[in-house]
């Protein structure tokens, strides 16, 4: 009497119709229910035995909540690792002599049942002051590596154009406070490439008008009202109208 195996001989297969085993038979048809099968036709046989409905579900439920574990664990490192990597460069802004504001990062309801302590994971640094002569352009590295900054002022900090170079990569800065920095035409071409740019400070500069171009197309043709630049006490906005002495 010759065997019948199935398509994967170590793996069983079962009748479509009652999950009768089929192994080993020569007649293919079901003996339980009579269904036809073929061995070699994948869609005329189960390959997988029938299973209690209580298995199924337990088996999802656990499938799910594995899910549900597994993206937890990625929010919690990811959020940590943001975390950590923001405190390196906050303590590499104070050991410049500068400071920092934040602000939160999650809807206030949410933070509201947080346990306080928690909740630093949920702010983000949006504000530096690096104003004192010791700061310098390696010190910026801290500054960049900020995702959520939108004001950085550096009124009296040794900043040069390498540095502002480097706050290009500042994607949200909306305020930047440059006076007394020592700055060339290459220095006011990269603030020119900083869209998000509204408001500049450039006293006490020796940027000259020629360089000051290369900022007409952030604050000329600009969108909003409150957008403006500040050279040697004089300040342009849009309307181009000198404010000040
Ligand atoms: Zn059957």
Same mark, same amino acid.
């Given at each position: 009497?010759?065997?019948?195996? %199935?398509?994967?001989?170590?793996? %069983?297969?079962?009748?479509?119709?009652?999950?009768?085993?089929?192994?080993?038979?020569?007649?293919?048809?079901?003996?339980?229910?009579?269904?036809?099968?073929?061995?070699?036709?994948?869609?005329?046989?189960?390959?997988?035995?029938?299973?209690?409905?209580?298995?199924?579900?337990?088996?999802?439920?656990?499938?799910?909540?594995?899910?549900?574990?597994?993206?937890?664990?990625?929010?919690?490192?990811?959020?940590?690792?943001?975390?950590?990597?923001?405190?390196?460069?906050?303590? #590499?802004?104070?050991?410049?002599?500068?400071?920092?504001?934040?602000?939160?990062?999650?809807?206030?309801?949410?933070?509201?049942?947080?346990?306080?302590?928690?909740?630093?994971?949920?702010?983000?640094?949006?504000?530096?002051?690096?104003?004192?002569?010791?700061?310098?352009?390696?010190?910026?590295?801290?500054?960049?590596?900020?995702?959520? $900054?939108?004001?950085?002022?550096?009124? #009296?900090?040794?900043?040069?154009?390498? #540095?502002?170079?480097?706050?290009?990569?500042?994607?949200?800065?909306?305020?930047?406070?440059?006076?007394?920095?020592?700055?060339?035409?290459?220095?006011?071409?990269? $603030?020119?490439?900083?869209?998000?740019?509204?408001?500049?400070?450039?006293?006490?500069?020796?940027?000259?008008?020629?360089?000051?171009?290369?900022?007409?197309?952030?604050?000329? %043709?600009?969108?909003?009202?409150?957008?403006?630049?500040?050279?040697?006490?004089?300040?342009?906005?849009?309307?181009?109208?000198?404010?000040?002495?």
């Amino acid at each position: 009497m010759g065997r019948v195996l %199935s398509p994967m001989a170590t793996r %069983s297969i079962y009748c479509r119709s009652c999950w009768y085993t089929l192994d080993g038979l020569t007649d293919r048809r079901c003996p339980e229910c009579g269904r036809r099968f073929d061995p070699a036709d994948r869609r005329t046989y189960r390959t997988k035995p029938r299973r209690h409905w209580w298995v199924t579900v337990t088996r999802r439920i656990g499938l799910f909540l594995a899910a549900v574990l597994m993206v937890l664990a990625v929010v919690y490192f990811w959020t940590y690792s943001r975390y950590a990597s923001e405190q390196r460069a906050i303590l #590499g802004i104070e050991r410049a002599g500068g400071l920092v504001t934040s602000k939160s990062i999650a809807p206030d309801w949410f933070l509201a049942r947080l346990p306080a302590r928690f909740r630093i994971y949920f702010t983000r640094v949006d504000l530096v002051l690096l104003q004192r002569p010791k700061a310098t352009d390696s010190d910026l590295d801290h500054v960049v590596s900020l995702k959520e $900054i939108t004001a950085v002022h550096l009124h #009296g900090a040794t900043v040069t154009d390498a #540095g502002v170079a480097k706050l290009k990569a500042c994607r949200k800065l909306k305020e930047l406070g440059l006076s007394g920095a020592r700055l060339t035409g290459t220095g006011l071409r990269d $603030i020119g490439t900083i869209r998000t740019l509204e408001k500049l400070w450039l006293n006490g500069t020796s940027i000259n008008d020629a360089s000051l171009a290369y900022l007409s197309n952030l604050f000329k %043709s600009s969108r909003t009202g409150s957008r403006f630049y500040q050279c040697n006490r004089r300040r342009f906005g849009p309307s181009e109208r000198s404010q000040g002495s």
